[in-house]
């Protein structure tokens, strides 16, 4: 492996099965051995070299430049856009907090925790490592408020309910990420109200008792009200007719964030996006009159 560094373990186990890489003129085997004095033969490989990783657009590092609402010493808020993700990886080069770093080169910028890339509203990035460790014992203690503005398919019977489902995840073989409700899932308790009405959907504040993966989107599918626009728990008809009207992507935006740390209170709020507001002004809309047609 040493003399094959980044060549695929696919690439070396076909050279051994094709009998190209011999020891002592035989055919070497996987669990083949070396010892002092083998003569190794190993065919010439080449490996295609990886292109340069680009920087991230300067609009993308302007967009989340300007979605700042708070800074102090310890700590940095933005509202983020949908369709950023937190953090580079998974088929993702640039996210939020590479893009801060390039945006400010100078300085120390970490995250302290996460949002689905769909995921729009409040993300908190810590500048001092007293402020990173201080909003991360916050965050296991869980006593951070965190509160969600969504919308729930179909009409929920109590405008106030509970959600007290252990959620456990799971890593498809593809490397996406599903959760589902299990008994042995980790306890998981989502608060849910009803904010607004709109015709076959309710907008919600959801609060997070516990701060699962998922753990809103999951909980909404358990009770029977999927999010709207949600490409993994949602549900696909009217997901269909909401895209018809407008809805573009998961509606779920982190609102409102609040915590304490060091003796000093902080809260951050971020207003519902505008694609978010357009949509519900168009279901108010298209939502009546397709009732009406349906009477």
């Known amino acids: 492996m040493t003399l094959l560094k980044g060549v695929p373990k696919s690439m070396i186990y076909r050279l051994l099965r094709t009998g190209q890489v011999r020891v002592n003129g035989k055919r070497a085997k996987p669990d083949t051995r070396l010892v002092a004095g083998d003569m190794l033969r190993i065919p010439p ?58 945006a400010r080169p100078t300085e120390h910028l970490e995250l302290v925790h996460r949002l689905d890339r769909d995921t729009s509203g409040v993300l908190v990035f810590a500048k001092t ?87 809103i989107r999951v909980h909404a599918q358990h009770v029977g009200h999927p999010l709207a626009g949600d490409p993994k728990y949602g549900d696909r008809e009217a997901n269909k007719r909401f895209k018809e009207w407008g809805l573009n992507r998961l509606f779920l ?15 951050f709020s971020a207003p519902l996006p505008d694609d978010l507001k357009k949509f519900l002004d168009v279901l108010a809309t298209k939502g009546a009159v397709g009732r009406k047609r349906g009477d």
């Open 45 to 102: 490989v080449r490996v295609a070299e990886r292109p340069v990783e680009q920087g991230p657009s300067e609009s993308m590092v302007a967009q989340v430049a300007d979605a700042v609402i708070f800074e102090d010493k310890h700590f940095l808020a933005i509202d983020k856009p949908a369709g950023i993700a937190s953090h580079g990886g998974s088929g993702v080069s640039h996210g939020a907090i590479e893009l801060l770093r390039a």
């Open 129 to 215: 490592r007293a402020g990173l460790v201080g909003l991360q014992a916050e965050i296991r203690a869980n006593t951070v408020t965190k509160q969600y503005l969504c919308l729930m398919t179909g009409h929920p019977q109590k405008a106030k309910f509970d959600v007290n489902a252990p959620l456990l995840k799971s890593v498809l073989q593809g490397g996406e990420r599903m959760v589902r409700v299990a008994d042995n899932g980790k306890p998981s308790l989502t608060f849910f109200r009803e904010m607004e009405q709109y015709p076959g959907a309710r907008l919600m504040q959801a609060t997070l008792g516990s701060g699962r993966t998922h753990q």
């Open 253 to 267: 935006h982190a609102g409102h964030m609040s915590f304490e740390v060091d003796g000093r209170s902080y809260s």
